[in-house]
């Protein structure tokens, strides 16, 4: 059998900028981030998420809070990191 897998990974960083006010301060960080002056990488990482993405077909159960779930497609969270 084939199974789908959705691996989802979250990177972080803070950043400080000056800036005179809020809004000069948030071009500035966009500047920086948009000409890749900040770019996130391995070193960054936080934490990641493993899921199950059901078949159409499957005939498995998909519950939320011990309530069954009647949406084709919804995610199985196998694991978190």
């Known amino acids: 059998m084939k ?3 959705e691996i989802e990974e979250t990177l972080m960083r803070q950043v400080t900028i000056e800036g005179d006010t809020l809004d000069e301060a948030l071009r500035e960080l ?3 981030y948009e000409g890749q002056e900040i770019v996130l990488d391995s070193s960054d990482f936080l934490g990641g998420q493993l899921s199950l993405i059901p078949e159409k077909s499957s005939l498995c159960s998909i519950e939320k809070w011990g309530e069954p779930l009647d949406k084709e497609g919804i995610a ?3 694991d978190r990191w």
């Open 3 to 5: 199974y789908t897998f």
């Open 76 to 78: 199985v969270i196998i």
């Open 30 to 32: 966009y500047s920086q």
